[in-house]
């Protein structure tokens, strides 16, 4: 039974891309804070304007689900909300933090305050 959560963490790797039916996503694979998971999250077209990159921190949220194989347990997470925040944000040349939340739509920074 999938279960609604949220997961925030450093992006591990750059981002995979994959088919699932006739569409196009994405894999992330967060550190999940506070843990020693890596949490799978899929990113699917509706958020296909949201760049993200190694080393960006993420907050998703959405359905998640758990899997065995092999010995190992995976966690994975079917993003429907997305909070990106670059992980050049902290360097001297970066403008000021710019966070993108993405929805069903997309949000405004307005919308997140």
Do not use: C
């Not at 039974?1 to 450093?10: I, K, T, W």
């Not at 958020?47 to 190694?54: M, Y």
């Not at 710019?98 to 949000?107: E, G, H, M, P």
């Amino acid at each position: 039974m999938a279960e609604y959560r949220s997961f925030a963490g450093f992006v591990q790797f750059d981002p995979a891309d994959r088919e699932v039916g006739d569409q196009s996503v994405r894999n992330v694979r967060i550190q999940a804070v506070n843990t020693d998971k890596y949490v799978d999250i899929t990113v699917w077209p509706s958020h296909a304007s949201t760049p993200i990159v190694k080393g960006d921190f993420v907050i998703a949220q959405g359905t998640y689900t758990t899997r065995e194989s092999g010995g190992k347990l995976y966690h994975n997470l079917n993003g429907s909300q997305l909070v990106v925040i670059p992980s050049d944000a902290g360097s001297d040349e970066a403008p000021a933090v710019k966070v993108k939340a993405t929805k069903a739509s997309t949000k405004t920074d307005e919308d997140l305050f």
